[in-house]
C-alpha cells in the first residue's frame, strides 16, 4: 500500500506542475492585458505601440498555433501565412457579404468561425497528401502551398447578389451578378470596406482559447499520440498509433488556428491584399518559434511580442533598424543554440553564488 | 492453438535471402529464443512479423488470426507488441507518457473530451496513470515516473521499452535483444524481470539474443537462424548442444 | 511569339535556376542546411559586378572575376561565423533561423548601401546574336552564354566531385560526416570549399540573370533563391543533373505558364509542378531515397 501512496504522489507532482506552468502562461497573458489595457485608458501609450496591440496578438496566435506542427507534431511548415490567408479573406468575404445589422462582438464571433473553419478544411486538404512527406521536403511542399494559396487568391473575384455567391477566376464582368449585386473580392485588389471589429480584449480573448486548445490538446491522448510521431515515428507505429491522421490533426488544428490568427488581422484593416502573406511572413512566423524553443508555448508567446514590437521601437533609426534586427536574430540564435554558447553559459551559472544548478532531465 | 504460428516466411532484398522458409511455432505462455551469428536475419524475422516489411511469402498467425502482410499499426491491435534492437523511445516525452501512450488502443476518449477536459477525460487519465504506475513499479521505474525518457540510464531505457509494449496489452511480446549493453548484474536481473512479466501478464515472448547466459537461463525452446535459414530448432538444452549450432557461431 | 521562342526564354532562365540550384543542392548535400540566403549571395554578386563596371569601368570579364571572389569570400564568412556554430546545435531549424537571419541582413545592407530603388543593369555580355530560321528565331548572345555558361559548370561539377580529392572529400562529408572526419578528412575545410564553390557560382547566376533581366534591388535574389531550391528539390536534393534539369525544367514552365495561362499563376504553376513530383517521387527526379532502418 506504501507503494500506491508513493505512486499517487508522484502523479500529484506531475499533474501540478503542469497544471502550474500552464497557469503561469495564462498569468502572463492576463497580466500583459491589464497592464497594456491601463495604459490605453490613462493615455500613457503612443499611438504606434496602440496601433501594434492587435498585430501582436495575430502574431501570438500564429506562432502558438504553428509550434503545435513545429515543436509538438516535429514537422517543419513553411506555409502557415497561406492558412492566415485563407482565414483573412474567407472571414472578410463572409463580414461584407453577411451580417450587417448584427452586434458588432457577434460578427467577429461569426467570422472567427467561418475563418478557422475555413483555414481548417485547407489544412485537411493540403495535409491529407503532403505529411507523406518528411523534413525538408515538407518544408518545401508547404511553402509552396503557401505562395499557391496567395497566387490563387490574387486572381480571385468574388461577390453576392440575391442569388447566392458568384465566382470567377477572369475579372469583376465575369461574375454576372445582378443588380442587386456586391463585389467583395477584387482579384489582385483584394477586399476594401472590411469593418474593423478587431480589438485588443477580442485578440486577447483569442490568445486565451487558443492556449487552451492547444495547451489541453498537447496534455491529452490525442496530444501524446501527436508527440510520439515526432520522437520516433517508427515506435509510435509498433504500439499502434496511427502516425498519419494524428500528424494531420496538428496540422489541421494549426490551420484552423492560424486561420483564426487571419481573421483578426483582416478586420484590423481597412482594406485587404495577399501581399501580406507570402513566404516572407511564413518565415517570420517559424522565426518566433524557434526563438522562442521549439515546443515551448510560453517562448513562442514572448518572442512574437518581442519581435514583433522591436522593429517599431527601432523605427527612430530608421534604415538601420532591420539591420539590426537582423544581427540581433543572429546573435539571439548563436547564443541560444550554439552548443558552445550553452556550455558557456552552464559555466556562468555555476559559477555564480547563487546560481541555478545545472540543468537535470525533470521537466522543462 | 498455438499463440504464434509462422510457416514458409521468406523475404528477399534485391535478391538476397534475407529470411527463407522461417517456420515457428509458440505456445501460449512459452518464453521463446531466436538466436543465430550477426545477420542471420533476426531482426528482419521481427519486422516481418510486425508487418514493418511484407513478406514474399508464408503466412503468420497469431492466436489463430492470419496477420500476414498486415502494416505496423493493424499487427499492433492485433496484439504484438515489441522493443528495438537501438532502443527507440519516446525520448523528449516524460516515462510515465512513455507507458500512457501505449495505453492509446485500449483506454481512449475523444479528441474535444481531451481539449475540453470533460469528466470522462479525468476519468481515463486517471486509470492511464494508475495503471503506467503499475507497469512502472514492475520494471522499478516509478520513481522516475517525471524523468525524461532520454535521460534514463541506459539499463532502465531498455527496461522501459518493454514497460512501453506491454502498456498495448499484447499477446506476444517481441525483445530484441533486451540485455545488449548491459553488465552481468543488470543482466541477472533482467532475466528474473522477463520471467516475472511472464507469469504476471501470463504473456507469450519471442526474443532475440546474443547473451548465452540468458537464453540458456529463461528460454523454454530456442530456433536457431543462420543466412536466413532456420539451422535448427527445439528444446532449449539440445539445441545448444546440437554440433551443428556450435559450428555456425564459432566457425568451421 | 511562337513556342520555340517561349522555349527558348524557358531554358535560357532556366540555366540561371541551374546555376543557382547548384549551389544550393551541393551545399543541403554536403552541409545538411538550406541556406537562405543563398539567394541573396546572387545580389550580392549582381551589385558588385555593376559596381565594377560603372564605378570603375574595369572590362566584363574583370568585374565578373571580383564578383566571384567577393561572393566566395562572403560565402566562407558567412559559414564561418553564423552557421558552423550551429552545426552541432540540437535541432536543424536552429541554423535555418540564423541562416533566414542572414538574408535579412544582405538584404538590408544592401538597402541601406544602394537604396530601394532597382538600378539598371548593364549586360555584360557581348556576344553577338545567333538568327535562326530565317530570322524567325533570334537567340540572343545573353541567351547563348547563359546556356553555354551553366552547361559548362555543371560538367566542371560533375568531374570536380568525382575526379579530384577534395571532391571525393565532399562526397564522403555527405555521406557520412563522422565517418569521413573519422578517415582523416578535414571536414571544416570540405564545408568551407562547398559554400565558397556555391557562392561563387551565385555570382555567376547573378551577373546572367541581371544581364538577362537587367534591374538588380536589394530583393533581386530571394525569388530566384527560392525557385532554385525549388529546382533542386525537383530534381532531387544533392544531384548534380537533378539540380540543372530541375532548373532547366522549371524555367521552362514558369516562362510557358506565363505565355499561355497566366502571368499572374506562373509561380502557382511552378509550384504546383513541384508538388506532383514530389508526391509521385518523394525524393525528387534524380534523387536516392533513403529509408531509415528499423
Known amino acids: ?233 517508427i515506435a509510435a507505429e509498433s504500439i499502434g498509433i496511427p502516425v498519419t491522421k494524428y500528424k494531420l490533426l496538428a496540422f489541421a ?78 546573435a539571439m540564435m548563436l547564443f541560444n543554440w550554439a552548443p558552445a554558447a550553452i556550455s558557456w553559459r552552464e559555466r556562468m551559472m555555476e559559477r555564480l553564488p547563487f546560481g541555478r544548478k545545472k540543468r537535470t532531465g525533470e521537466e522543462d | ?202 504473456m507469450t515472448i519471442l526474443l532475440i539474443e546474443h547473451d548465452m547466459k540468458l537464453v540458456a537461463g529463461i528460454c523454454e525452446k530456442l530456433t536457431v537462424l543462420n543466412f536466413g535459414r532456420v539451422l535448427c530448432q527445439g528444446e532449449t538444452s539440445e539445441v545448444l548442444s546440437d554440433p551443428a549450432v556450435i559450428t555456425a557461431y564459432l566457425g568451421e | 511569339m511562337s513556342f520555340i521562342t517561349y522555349l527558348k526564354d524557358g531554358i535560357s532562365l532556366g540555366a540561371v535556376y541551374a546555376i543557382i540550384a547548384l549551389g544550393y543542392t551541393m551545399v543541403y548535400g554536403i552541409a545538411k542546411m538550406l541556406n537562405f540566403a543563398h539567394g541573396d549571395v546572387i545580389m550580392v554578386g549582381a551589385y558588385v559586378a555593376l559596381m565594377m563596371l560603372t564605378k570603375t569601368g574595369a572590362p566584363p570579364i574583370a568585374a565578373v572575376l571580383v564578383s566571384m571572389a567577393a561572393c566566395t569570400l562572403l560565402g566562407i564568412t558567412i559559414e564561418m561565423v553564423a552557421y558552423r556554430p550551429l552545426r552541432k546545435a540540437s535541432s536543424s531549424l536552429a541554423v535555418l533561423i540564423t541562416a533566414i537571419g542572414v538574408s535579412y541582413l544582405l538584404q538590408n545592407l544592401a538597402l541601406l548601401i544602394f537604396g530601394a530603388g532597382g538600378k539598371t543593369f548593364v549586360n555584360v555580355v557581348s556576344f553577338p546574336s545567333v538568327s535562326l530560321a530565317d530570322g524567325q528565331l533570334n537567340i540572343s548572345g545573353t541567351t547563348i552564354v547563359t546556356i553555354l555558361v551553366s552547361v559548362i559548370i555543371m560538367v566542371s561539377l560533375t568531374l570536380f566531385v568525382n575526379k579530384t580529392k577534395p571532391g571525393h572529400a565532399m562526397l564522403a562529408v555527405s555521406e557520412d560526416r563522422d565517418a569521413a572526419q573519422l578517415m582523416g578528412v578535414n571536414v571544416n575545410a570540405t564545408i568551407s570549399l562547398t559554400f565558397a564553390i556555391g557562392s561563387g557560382l551565385a555570382a555567376v547566376a547573378g551577373v546572367l540573370l541581371c544581364s538577362a533581366y537587367p534591374i538588380v534591388s536589394p530583393y533581386t535574389g530571394a525569388m530566384p533563391g527560392i525557385k532554385a531550391f525549388t529546382a533542386a528539390v525537383f530534381g532531387g536534393i544533392g544531384s548534380i543533373p537533378g539540380a540543372m534539369l530541375g532548373g532547366i525544367l522549371l524555367g521552362v514552365i514558369e516562362v510557358l505558364g506565363k505565355a499561355y495561362i497566366s502571368t499572374q499563376v506562373a509561380d502557382a504553376i511552378v509550384f504546383g509542378v513541384l508538388i506532383v513530383v514530389l508526391l509521385v517521387k518523394p525524393s525528387g527526379l534524380f534523387g536516392k531515397n533513403i529509408q531509415e532502418k528499423v
Open chain 2, 1 to 202: 492453438m498455438a499463440m504464434l504460428e509462422v510457416s514458409r516466411l521468406s523475404i528477399s532484398f534485391g535478391g538476397l535471402h534475407a529470411v527463407d522458409d522461417f517456420n515457428v511455432t509458440i505456445e501460449k505462455g512459452q518464453l521463446y529464443g531466436l538466436i543465430g551469428p550477426n545477420g542471420a536475419g533476426k531482426t528482419t524475422v521481427f519486422n516481418l512479423l510486425t508487418g514493418v516489411y511484407k513478406p514474399n511469402e508464408g503466412i503468420v498467425r497469431l492466436d489463430g488470426v492470419d496477420i500476414t502482410g498486415k502494416n505496423t499499426v493493424e499487427v499492433n491491435r492485433l496484439g504484438i507488441a515489441r522493443t528495438f534492437q537501438n532502443i527507440r523511445l519516446f525520448k523528449d516525452m516524460p516515462v510515465l507518457d512513455n507507458v500512457k501512450v501505449g495505453f492509446h488502443n485500449q483506454k481512449s476518449y475523444s479528441v474535444l473530451t481531451g481539449i475540453l477536459k470533460l469528466p470522462k477525460y479525468h476519468r481515463t487519465e486517471n486509470e492511464m496513470n494508475q495503471k503506467a504506475m503499475e507497469i512502472l513499479d514492475v520494471f522499478g521505474l516509478a520513481s522516475e515516473a517525471a524523468v525524461k525518457a532520454g535521460n534514463l540510464p541506459y539499463g532502465k531505457q531498455r527496461k522501459l521499452e518493454i514497460a512501453r509494449a506491454l502498456a498495448t496489452d499484447p499477446k506476444l511480446l517481441l525483445l530484441d535483444e533486451p540485455a545488449a549493453g548491459m553488465n552481468p548484474n543488470e543482466t541477472a536481473e533482467l532475466m528474473d524481470t522477463i520471467r516475472f512479466v511472464r507469469d504476471h501478464f501470463d
Open chain 1, 253 to 330: 488544428v494549426s490551420a484552423a488556428l492560424a486561420g483564426a490568427a487571419g481573421v483578426l488581422y483582416s478586420h484590423n484593416l481597412a482594406s485587404l491584399s495577399t501581399a501580406k502573406f507570402d513566404y516572407n511572413t511564413s518565415i517570420l512566423v517559424l522565426v518566433f518559434v524557434v526563438l522562442g524553443g521549439i515546443g515551448n508555448i510560453r517562448g513562442s508567446i514572448i518572442a512574437a511580442v518581442i519581435l514583433t514590437v522591436l522593429p517599431e521601437m527601432l523605427r527612430g533609426l530608421s534604415a538601420y533598424r532591420m539591420l539590426i534586427y537582423a544581427v540581433i536574430l543572429i
Open chain 1, 1 to 233: 500500500m506504501n507503494q500506491n501512496n508513493q505512486s499517487a504522489e508522484i502523479i500529484k507532482k506531475i499533474q501540478s506542475s503542469t497544471r502550474r506552468g500552464n497557469l503561469i502562461t495564462y498569468g502572463i497573458v492576463l497580466a500583459a492585458y491589464i497592464v497594456m489595457q491601463s495604459l490605453v485608458s490613462t493615455g500613457h501609450i503612443s499611438s504606434l505601440l496602440k496601433g501594434l496591440l492587435v498585430p501582436v496578438c495575430v502574431y501570438v496566435i500564429a506562432a502558438v498555433s504553428l509550434n503545435l506542427v513545429v515543436g509538438i507534431s516535429g514537422e517543419l511548415s513553411l506555409g502557415h501565412a497561406g492558412f492566415m490567408c485563407v482565414g483573412a479573406y474567407a472571414s472578410s468575404f463572409f463580414t461584407n457579404a453577411y451580417g450587417d445589422g448584427l452586434p458588432n462582438w457577434f460578427r467577429l464571433i461569426l467570422a472567427i468561425i467561418v475563418g478557422a473553419a475555413a483555414a481548417g478544411l485547407f489544412g485537411i486538404l493540403i495535409g491529407v497528401p503532403v505529411l507523406r512527406l518528411k523534413g525538408d521536403y515538407l518544408a518545401i511542399v508547404t511553402l509552396a502551398f503557401g505562395e499557391i494559396i496567395k497566387n490563387l487568391i490574387n486572381v480571385l473575384y468574388a461577390g453576392v447578389d440575391s442569388n447566392g455567391i458568384h465566382i470567377s477566376t477572369k475579372s469583376a464582368m465575369d461574375l454576372n451578378m445582378g443588380p442587386d449585386g456586391k463585389q467583395i473580392i477584387k482579384g489582385a485588389l483584394g477586399i476594401s470596406g472590411t469593418p474593423r471589429l478587431s480589438t485588443f480584449t477580442a485578440g486577447v480573448v483569442l490568445i486565451i482559447i487558443t492556449l487552451f486548445i492547444v495547451q489541453n490538446l498537447m496534455n491529452s491522448r490525442a496530444g501524446r499520440a501527436i508527440m510520439s510521431t515526432r520522437d520516433n515515428r
